[in-house]
């Protein structure tokens, strides 16, 4: 079975700074997806970014990166000027793209990110 | 843009009622879930529907728990006699299954806050 663990139940960072939030996982399939998304206070889940595993190349999605390292089983995120309304819960998410996968996504736990004005 | 729809948003029943959860998934979709999310904690994965049958389920999706989707557009789970640790934002989702492709376009509800009493 497929695990995921965010090590940081809570970040912090100043409007306009760089913060970086951190997700390992496990898994002994070769073949997957891996996502983060934004859970703001009304509680909707909201894709941020997706990462395939057969792509070496990092996700970007304008100031959200990724930094995937296949090997290390890790996928960090990285938000650069930082806004007010990055200000939510993330959650990292793991897929299985092939196989008798039928979709199901496995969350870590969360990381509740505060930003200061 | 095409959204999964969920209803009621919020719905408080008594312990030991059934209850129904309804969604509406995105038309051209062919994979259904629900998640479930206590308060303050990660998302747990429910159950994946495919082909109007349960594809995959977690152990939490025991006998108190059914999902049909009844009529070609919604896609319903039921809890029958609900208890006080079902409290908890229900999340359906829907994705659209093409070999690679299916990474993409997995969406998530708005959720259904479910309070038993």
């Known amino acids: 079975a497929q695990t995921v663990t965010q090590s940081q139940p809570e970040m912090s960072v100043q409007e306009a700074e760089t913060v970086t939030l951190s997700c390992t996982y496990d898994?002994?399939?070769?073949?997957?997806?891996l996502f983060w998304y934004k859970q703001p206070p009304s509680r909707q889940m909201i894709l941020v970014i997706r990462?395939?595993?057969?792509?070496?190349q990092n996700a970007t999605e304008n100031r959200f990166s990724v930094n995937f390292q296949k090997a290390a089983k890790s996928f960090s995120l990285k938000i650069s000027d930082s806004q007010l309304g990055d200000a939510a819960m993330y959650f990292c998410?793991?897929?299985?793209?092939?196989?008798?996968?039928?979709?199901?996504?496995?969350f870590g736990q969360g990381t509740i990110l505060t930003v200061h004005p | 843009e095409p959204e999964v729809t969920q209803t009621p948003s919020h719905q408080v029943t008594q312990m030991g009622q059934e209850v129904i959860l309804r969604c509406v998934p995105i038309?051209?979709?062919?994979?259904f879930y629900w998640y479930r999310q206590i308060l303050g904690q990660k998302v747990e994965f429910l159950v994946s529907?495919?082909?109007?049958?349960?594809?995959?389920k977690s152990e939490i999706f025991d006998d108190q728990f059914s999902v049909e989707r009844p009529d070609g557009s919604n896609f319903t789970l039921k809890i029958r006699s609900t208890k006080l640790e079902d409290s908890a934002m229900y999340f359906c989702?829907?994705?659209?299954?093409?070999?690679?492709?299916?990474?993409?376009?997995?969406?998530f509800g708005s959720g259904t806050r479910l309070t038993v009493v």
């Open positions: 989702a829907s994705s659209f299954l093409r070999g690679r492709l299916y990474g993409y376009g997995y969406t």
């Open positions: 898994t002994s399939e070769s073949d997957y997806y």
């Open positions: 990462q395939e595993a057969y792509k070496q």
């Open positions: 998410a793991y897929r299985n793209a092939g196989g008798t996968s039928y979709g199901k996504l496995t």
């Open positions: 038309s051209n979709h062919l994979y």
């Open positions: 529907f495919y082909n109007n049958e349960i594809s995959e």
